[in-house]
């Protein structure tokens, strides 16, 4: 299985993007993909997880109301759009999945991808 991130960019405050993490080499529909992001010295931490094997789906607090997902199973990518972003959202972001897994269970941890960089200038 390969998961592979795109869409990192540089943003203004306010603005938005959209990241996209495709899987490969698997039954797309039955991964549960989470999306992390790491701050420069910092720990990688885990801000939404859908799950396409019970629906299950989880927000974080910091991002919740600003950044949603959404699939495309016939490209197997899932998308995470972020919208009024802000400086503090800078990051590495990083897709992972993991194959019948609910999110209310625990993160998805097996197929990481490379990381994509986002920048939000204020």
């Known amino acids: 299985v390969q998961v592979v991130e795109s869409g990192g960019d540089l943003a203004q405050a306010g603005g938005s993007l959209t990241l996209s993490c495709a899987v490969s080499?698997?039954?797309?529909?039955?991964?549960?993909i989470g999306w992390f992001r790491q701050v420069s010295g910092g720990q990688r931490v885990g801000i939404s997880c859908?799950?396409?094997?019970?629906?299950?789906?989880y927000i974080t607090d910091a991002v919740r109301g600003r950044f949603s997902t959404s699939s495309d199973n016939a490209k197997r990518t899932n998308y995470l759009h972020m919208t009024n972003l802000k400086p503090e959202d800078t990051a590495v972001y990083y897709c992972?999945?993991?194959?019948?897994?609910?999110?209310?269970?625990?993160?998805?941890?097996?197929?990481w991808g490379q990381g994509t960089q986002v920048t939000v200038s204020s």
């Open positions: 859908v799950s396409q094997w019970d629906r299950s789906t």
């Open positions: 080499g698997d039954t797309f529909e039955k991964y549960t």
């Open positions: 992972v999945a993991e194959a019948e897994l609910s999110c209310l269970v625990r993160w998805p941890q097996d197929y």
